[in-house]
């Protein structure tokens, strides 16, 4: 069975799912909770990735 390819989100894609992640925990007055914690991480791990891999294209 063939592997799917995924097209790698902009880094101004993940920006906003960060964004959108700290907002509705702002909105309820609480701090993240450790499912959103972890989806944190992995979304500034891909972002800085995804800013880096920018850099190198455009250098």
Not at 27 to 33: G, I
Not at 41 to 55: N, R, S
């Given at each position: 069975?063939?592997?799917?390819h995924r097209e790698?989100?902009?880094?101004?894609?993940?920006?906003?799912?960060?964004?959108?992640?700290?907002?509705?925990?702002?909105?309820?007055?609480?701090?993240?909770?450790?499912?959103?914690?972890?989806?944190?991480?992995?979304?500034?791990?891909?972002?800085?990735?995804?800013?880096?891999?920018?850099?190198?294209?455009?250098?």
């Amino acid at each position: 069975m063939p592997v799917a390819h995924r097209e790698t989100p902009s880094p101004d894609a993940l920006n906003d799912a960060i964004r959108t992640l700290w907002a509705r925990a702002g909105e309820q007055r609480r701090p993240l909770t450790a499912d959103e914690q972890r989806i944190y991480q992995v979304l500034v791990a891909a972002w800085a990735e995804a800013t880096q891999a920018g850099q190198g294209l455009a250098a």
